[in-house]
């Protein structure tokens, strides 16, 4: 017995040192994407400038450098990785909770709310004297968090079980699309124009204002999720399962499911939809380090990280002059990366 | 010391598919729970359980749900956890960033004594069900619990696993001074190891005692419309040839 129990502790510490191996990897691949995405651009700005810029920080001399990347590169950057890991993160728990290997974070209609806040908040106008560049981000917000509200409050009635939150949140999704719709409908062409632009997802919108909210909230909901990591991985053996372990089944899904929420609504309000990142890192992660859940939440964000960083790099580097919406390019690219997953998944029952 | 439990009636809609029931089982024994298909098995075995509702006492005291394992009936799962960390998972209450050597030794042990150590490392989504099954009922005996509920825990288990988890939660409930109930369709390896038996049919208590008192060709005949031949093993067990 002595004998098994030691090969079991040798061969977990090797399996360990693998996972925080893959998990180290995918933060310097996230590094590199980085340093690579400061460097593209349609400025054509070269290296030495760039690093001279970058030493010389926000005041200096080389106005204009300064400006670029200061202003510009920078913040769309941090942007980028936080909406990836924010959505990556997001992505998994959705996934996680509702058992569903295509699940993402719009999954529940979150996205669609969020368009339709937008679409309002630029149809509109600026109301309470706020900017628009704020106020449609805040409309944005507080249309997920409503349509958040709704799906929470029919899953305290009906139970938080998968049915009944995919249903819910069909319906939701359906609901804020046709309202988004309406509004776009009964907008002028040049509001239109807006509301189409701002749906496509890009990192343009980004600022140090979005850059500070959205890494707020995913600073503030990171201890939360990482606290049920164990409670995540034991909802993987299925709901009895999980239950007769001792965990509350639905208050642990009610719980994720805002945390979710505020991840997504975070993640989207500044920069528009940005499609397949949640449903793909999640993949990744598992693929890579199980569904060990105190390895596969942070990979899962990483991943979601380096998928967008990376697709703001292509979206620069694919027409010199103009940068493409990562939106655009995660939804093209996002394509065949998801036909793997469905070509790759395993019917149920096959061993 | 022992068990006992007062379980209240289950309806599903309008209709009452468990009539209430008292239940005494004395400590260090299996309860197997027979009966034929939709008799109401599962429902009593959750109720008991207290998947909902805690109804099970330990010498008069309330049972908290720490102290009582439940596993239902099999099915596939697709997760991609180690069938260690599958097992660690037993110790859910307990587990931190860092896992303790002692659960790991425990985990690693208590897969020793199953004979499954050889699938330690294998990801849950590999395995057949019926080693599934075996792993789950790993997790179980890992929490310790004192009341052990198994929903047919031996439905995808050849006959030789059969034999192993039987005589595994046999002497569980010996050594540790538990209650193991678990529902069974083969009423041979029901004679041979449980220590009481309770018929149900039709959400009802038909009897509960002995193997002897359980197993007549009358009850046999009555609930799954069989006639039995009774026969004697050479170590006295009851073997049930169905005809």
Redesign the interface.
Known sequence: ?TD??Q???G??AR?IRARAAAVLAAAAALGLLLAADLVTGPSGMSLADLNAALWAGPAGQDRAAAAILWQIRLPQSLMAALVGASLGLAGLMMQTILGNPLASPFTLGFSAAAGFGAALSILFGGLWGLPQWLQTPLAAFAMTLAAAALIYLIARAKGAIPEVLVLAGIAVLFFFQSLQSLVQFMASPEVLQQIVFWLFGSLLKASWTSVQVCGAILLICLPFVLRDA??L??L???D??A?????DVNRLRRRSFLLVAALTAGAVCFTGTIGFVGLIAPHIA?AAV???H?FALPTAALMGAVILVAASVIGKLISPGAVIPVGIITAIAGIPMLLTVILTL?P??A? | MSLTADLPPVFKGRSQILQPMQIAVPAGQVLGVIGPNGAGKSTLLRSL?G?DVLHARWNGQPLS??QI????QA????????V???VL??K??A?G?R?A?AD??A???V???LGL?HL??R?M????GGQQQMV?LA??IL?APRLLVLDEPTSALDLHHQLVILRHLKSYAQDKGAVVALALHDLTLAARFCDRLLLIDKGQRLVIGDNETVLTSRQITESWNITPELLRARDGFCVIVPH
């Open positions: 017995m098994a129990a090969t079991s502790g061969l977990y399996r164990w409670n991985t034991a993987r053996m299925g009895a399962n239950a007769s372990l001792g965990l598992r199980g569904e060990d105190r395993k149920t029952g061993r | 359980a998947i749900h720490r394992g439940y596993m239902p099915f596939q799962m697709n997760a991609r956890l180690s260690l960390e599958a998972l037993g859910r209450e587990l960033w896992i050597t790991l030794e985990a690693g042990a897969l020793a004594d150590a330690e490392g990801s989504d590999r395995l057949s789950l997790q179980r929490r």
